[in-house]
């Protein structure tokens, strides 16, 4: 099975900062890599797929980078709604595994 | 407009049974791969059974494996999980999801609001 690891598990940050978070595949994943964002209570949200496409609706704000084993996603100035959690995905090979998690707090 | 709906959920003793329901609307059902993805309280996302568009593929975790079964009605445009032999660790909210698989792509898309399993004595 194919780990999926995050980085930080959890930050602080404030309204209009940039925000980066990391993910690292055990394997070379080539672009199989996507990032949702869910807020408590909510189902998980598609914001980027194929490590650096901007899903339909999604803020530019958003975005990711990365291919092989190591991807970013960032949020370029922090805004209140997007005080959530996020998880990276590898759609490489089943299983589908996720990412620990990010939780993004306010400072 | 996309809506999964999923039923079912609920409080079970272990070793016990449930099955449930996913019904989906608002796009063509038949074409899309199907998925159950659980999250357990305070937990992350844990991917569980994948089922085709024709149930010609069909895929577990090994969690779950010889307990769970997925299925699909395309002609009701609904997605099953029946679960037996339920442990402890099987307490989650379930989601349904779209899985959309294309040239060199493929994610989750589609996401239901989730039905909550309760496995407890």
């Known amino acids: 099975d194919i780990q999926m690891t995050q980085s930080p598990s959890s930050l602080s940050a404030s309204v209009g900062d940039r925000v980066t978070i990391t993910c690292r595949a055990s394997?070379?994943?080539?672009?199989?890599l996507n990032w949702y964002e869910q807020k408590p209570g909510k189902a998980p949200k598609l914001l980027i797929y194929?490590?650096?496409s901007l899903q339909s609706g999604v803020p530019s704000r958003f975005s990711g980078s990365g291919s092989g084993t190591d991807f970013t996603l960032t949020i370029s100035s922090l805004q209140p709604e997007d005080f959530a959690t996020y998880y990276c995905?590898?759609?490489?090979?089943?299983?589908?595994?996720f990412g620990q998690g990010t939780k993004v707090e306010i400072k | 407009e996309v809506q999964l709906v999923e039923s079912g959920g609920g409080l079970v003793k272990p070793g016990g049974s449930l099955r449930l329901s996913c019904a989906a609307s608002g796009f063509t059902f038949s074409t899309y791969n199907m998925n159950w993805v659980r999250q357990a309280p305070g937990k992350g996302l844990e991917w569980v059974s994948s089922i085709s568009s024709s149930s010609g593929y069909i895929y577990y975790a090994d969690s779950v494996r010889g307990r769970f079964t997925i299925s699909r009605d395309n002609a009701k445009n609904s997605l099953y999980l029946q679960m037996n032999s339920l442990r402890a660790e099987d307490t989650a909210v379930y989601y349904c999801?779209?899985?959309?698989?294309?040239?060199?792509?493929?994610?989750?898309?589609?996401w239901g609001r989730g039905t909550l399993v309760t496995v407890s004595s």
């Open positions: 194929a490590a650096s």
């Open positions: 999801a779209g899985f959309y698989g294309g040239n060199s792509v493929s994610y989750f898309d589609l």
């Open positions: 995905q590898q759609s490489y090979n089943t299983p589908w595994t």
């Open positions: 394997q070379s994943i080539s672009t199989y």
